[in-house]
């Protein structure tokens, strides 16, 4: 008789289900899983390196891009990280704005998981109704930054700009009718935060549609539920964080436990999951769009009713206002120092670490004193869950893997950095 | 002399079914894409002629124009094969298949059971695809098909027994003739867990979602026909179009009344008619793209165990009621 093998399979990188540059090698008795070995690297830019020869405020570009997915949220732990070093505080106008952009793209986050995770196991309407809602949130992106995802839009000492008064409206084009154009401007006659507003008044409806496609669906609940169980001190072994330590059972989330920003002047709960299977994940995920929805309507609240300033006065990190520099000498040299020299930084380290979409993202920076980090390092929540894959599909099917490769909401933006 | 009209006459008669036939087969996916578009708020296919009316010729010339490739280690012969396997199971069955009274090919006695032999030969083509490309998702995607193929092939005859007890007859225009009396002398009343589970394992059947694992896109890319580019992949798709249309018009067939009307009695609305056939494969066929814009995919073994353990005790039970039924002279349809 012949012997029987197991036998390796390339899953990735070019994969429908790889999530951008996925490499798995995947040993296989028959459809059974036995050993997953993932391959990182494809999409390594070296980050951290050229963060070594840029300005400070050059760098924030590069932290946009770590993960794609969430984009302004990645900027955050950075530009606290470089305030903290600097020994100052933003204005809390530009805290609440930040909170309310991580929380949009906490949303663009979770939507994108789900629009995926349901592609992948099928459900193809899912990714078209999620990318509904995340095209609203990247118009608000657009709105404040000039860019729909690489906003660049968090500054050491604040945020780039106010929120503008106006929402950009649609203009009429050989493409699209007067009706299509007076439908796509219906809510944007107002200031930005009318336009979010109007979003966190539909958004709950809409998760409400997503649920009742998948939550209680018996394929959906067949495919997830049982899969992947992660039990919560394993949890915390794997160094796992965000959604895939909640959906364990933990209850971790740094916006609670070590609060930044203004996360402590608001009201908003952290759903944990019990079993730690795919499920409870998509549970806990779903859960906090809804706990997003609401954050970012107080802050909306509480921005419209508090106008100011939205960067520190000072002149050594913020760049002064076009026409000062116009009129003022100081100003004029003040401004070319900053956009060419930067600003120094004190001698030290230190370590920040905020509540990313996908989980802890965190930020090293050793300071020499000079206008650039000596060395910087961040913490990304997918290389740990990436390192978990091994145990997560292990007998498991070949179907399954593409189950756990969505739970974990892998982009390979932050694991290969 | 006259053998030779009978065969251009039987060639016509052929060509009166293929030529509407394929034609919907190349519109079916454009329906397809439009459907499914609707449901997922999007256009689709709106560039080619008037509202993308002429998309399916713009695909086809595409197509055409492809090189077919053979990779490099794969069985030549059976690679080329498998595709002229998979059309011709799908066209051959229709054969049998009535379109009114009149309107048949071959009026054949033993019509539902000619159309199960040739249909379960298309999975050969899926089966040698699969081994002749010599790829390893390849391979996957069609030992999931054989696997899939045998246990709803069980299911899909046992439901069909049920009919043919009902009716009386494996002749599919007698079948027809069985139900005639209103809505409720149609199969679908007595037999109605039968046409669920008919058509459920017709989808399983034909490789459609939610039970695609044989192609399984986010899993094994494009399963059986990874390797095949070109019009050798176009073959598969239309042969899987073409089974879609195959097992709707069983549907409409056996357990809806065929060309009956739902109003009979009422005058000129009552009247048996071949649009009420059409009408009621489109009916089918708009289940089959609904499901798809719906469900996610289910696991392999999931199917297998939904096959096994669900379908055949079910209907197996259901069988013995018809059984019954028909036995004690109970079966109100029949009179």
Known sequence: MAEIRNYTLNFGPQHPAAHGVLRLILEMDGEVVQRADPHIGLLHRGTEKLAERRAFNQNIGYLTRMDYVSMVANEHPYVLAVERLLGIEPPLRAQYIRVMFDEISRILNHLFFLGTHGLDLGAMTMFLYTFREREDLFDCYEAVSGARMHTHYYRPGGVYRDLPDQMPQHQLSPWTSQKDIDRLNANRGGSLLDFLWDFTERFPACVDEYETLLTENRIWKQRTVGIAVVSPERAVQLGFTGAMLRGSGVEWDLRKKQPYAVYDRLDFDIPVGINGDCYDRYLVRVEELRQSNRIIRQCIDWLRRNPGPVMVDDRKVAPPTREAMKQDMESLIHHFKLFSEGYSVPEGEIYVAVEHPKGEMGVYLISDGANKPYRFRTRTAGFAHLAAMNELVRGHMLSDVVSVVGTIDIVFGEIDR | ?335
């Open chain 2, 1 to 335: 002399m006259s053998n030779l009209i009978l065969v251009i006459w039987t060639i016509i008669k052929i060509m009166m079914v293929m030529v509407p036939l394929l034609l919907s087969v190349a519109w079916l996916p454009y329906a397809e894409r439009k459907i499914i578009g609707y449901m997922q708020i999007r256009i689709g296919p709106n560039r080619v002629g008037p509202r993308g009316w002429l998309q399916p010729i713009a695909d086809a010339m595409k197509l055409m124009f492809k090189e077919i490739t053979v990779p490099a280690s794969a069985n030549k012969v059976l690679f080329l094969l498998s595709p002229v396997l998979c059309i011709a199971a799908a066209l051959g069955a229709w054969a049998v298949i009535p379109f009114s009274d009149a309107l048949v090919l071959s009026n054949c006695n033993v019509g539902l059971l000619y159309v199960l032999a040739i249909s379960s030969m298309g999975v050969y083509g899926i089966i040698i695809a699969g081994w002749a490309s010599n790829s390893k998702y390849s391979f996957l995607g069609s030992m999931r098909s054989t696997a899939q193929m045998v246990a709803y092939e069980i299911s899909m005859g046992f439901a069909l027994v049920g009919v043919v007890v009902g009716a009386g007859s494996l002749n599919l225009g007698s079948i027809v003739h069985a139900q005639q009396g209103g809505l409720f002398h149609w199969f679908w009343f007595p037999m109605l867990p039968l046409l669920v589970i008919y058509f459920i394992s017709a989808v399983a059947e034909t490789n459609r979602a939610p039970f695609d694992v044989t192609e399984g896109e986010s899993e094994i890319v494009a399963g059986f026909h990874l390797e095949y580019s070109g019009m050798s992949f176009a073959v598969f798709f239309l042969a899987e179009y073409a089974n879609m249309i195959l097992v709707s018009m069983l549907a409409s067939l056996l357990f809806l009344g065929g060309w009956l009307s739902p109003f009979e009695g009422v005058p000129i609305l009552g009247e048996p008619s071949i649009f009420w056939l059409l009408l009621k494969v489109s009916f089918f066929l708009l289940l089959y793209l609904w499901f798809r814009a719906t469900f996610p995919r289910y696991r392999y073994d999931q199917i297998m165990r939904l096959g096994w353990k669900v379908f055949i005790p079910i209907t197996i039970a259901w069988l013995l009621l018809i059984g019954a039924l028909v036995v004690t002279g109970w079966a109100w349809w029949n009179v």
